[in-house]
């Protein structure tokens, strides 16, 4: 049974944060890399940012210096902390395990339900 539940989104004002967790099983935790993605309306979902067992990252050049990723290995657990969030950051956020950051380029077929965040005046 897959298992990866989203929580934290929420409307919040330009400017502001959020931080959104993704807990997940062990067995999907055990992967060697879990990424964050965001889907807005009419758009493609689209990686946001990567994180390996490591603790090596990436981003997408539209959140670097903004978004931050982690991981906690004891409580499987994903963490993204959003700041200076702007309009166009409104999505819904996923996230998701693969073999490695390039895999997660392709993710799995296996989604959560997700978590919206909404940045609006």
């Known amino acids: 049974q897959v298992q990866l539940v989203e929580s934290g989104g929420g409307l919040v004002q330009p400017g502001g944060s959020l931080r959104l967790s993704c807990a997940t099983s062990?067995?999907?935790?055990?992967?060697?890399?879990m990424a964050w993605y965001r889907q807005a309306p009419g758009k493609q979902r689209e990686l946001v940012a990567a994180?390996?067992?490591?603790?090596?990252?990436t981003y997408a050049d539209s959140v670097k210096g903004r978004f931050t990723i982690s991981r906690d290995n004891a409580k499987n657990t994903v963490y993204l902390q959003m700041n200076s969030l702007k309009p166009e950051d409104t999505a819904v956020y996923y996230c998701?395990?693969?073999?490695?950051?390039?895999?997660?380029?392709?993710?799995?077929?296996?989604w959560g339900q997700g978590t919206q965040v909404t940045v609006s005046s």
């Open positions: 994180i390996t067992r490591g603790h090596t990252t």
């Open positions: 062990g067995r999907i935790f055990s992967f060697n890399a």
């Open positions: 998701n395990a693969g073999a490695s950051i390039s895999a997660l380029y392709s993710p799995r077929d296996y």
